[in-house]
């Protein structure tokens, strides 16, 4: 059972899968052996000792990794990892979402560099810094009311009103949330 709500990088833990899998095959049994008990996690090899798995090495396959990894992070298998790292993906803030053709009518300033754009939102720290694909953008709170966002929220303070570089992380997980739910009701009212 999870034991937390952590996102957990679905890249990451298929890195750390081929590495469980290259340490259960490679040469050097102490590492074999570890990864072998790992590997135990995944249901399909639960009924067998490590031994045994070493025995079968090479029957083990990268999905019996992927298994065990998600297993160790928490979630029932892979596909319950995978299923949930994808509803918060679909779940979450995505800043693009902003600047639409109803930006058009607010000023909005551009950058090509982060380091450009921080300095500007130094200057006016009642704005807000956001990405857009390779560009940076700072906009005025009117456009995040024009499209329902609550600029009021105390977690913009908490992230000092950049997304790119937040200064609380846990607050930016949850302003995107709450953005992502504020920006659906927004569009269910808008005709």
């Not at 050097?28 to 067998?48: P, Q």
């Not at 990794?65 to 803030?93: N, P, Q, S």
């Not at 609550?150 to 009103?161: F, K, N, S, V």
């Amino acid at each position: 059972m999870r034991s937390d709500t952590r996102f957990h990088d679905i890249e990451i833990s298929k890195r750390k899968a081929s590495l469980l899998l290259k340490r259960l095959c490679g040469g050097d049994e102490t590492l074999a052996l570890r990864a072998a008990a790992r590997i135990r996690r995944a249901s399909y090899w639960a009924a067998k000792s490590p031994e045994e798995i070493l025995a079968e090495r090479e029957r083990v396959q990268h999905k019996h990794a992927l298994d065990a990894i998600a297993v160790e992070a928490g979630f029932g298998d892979w596909r319950h990892m995978k299923a949930e790292a994808d509803a918060r993906l679909r779940a979450a803030f995505n800043p693009e979402q902003l600047f639409g053709l109803r930006a058009s009518f607010f000023i909005n300033l551009w950058f090509t560099t982060y380091e450009e754009a921080e300095a500007v939102l130094a200057a006016h720290p009642r704005r807000f810094l956001f990405p857009f694909r390779s560009q940076f953008v700072i906009c005025g709170a009117e456009l995040l009311a024009d499209q329902g966002i609550d600029t009021a929220d105390p977690d913009w303070e908490l992230i000092g009103r950049d997304w790119v570089h937040p200064r609380d992380m846990a607050a930016r997980a949850r302003l995107s949330a709450s953005v992502a739910r504020q920006l659906s009701c927004a569009r269910e009212v808008q005709p």
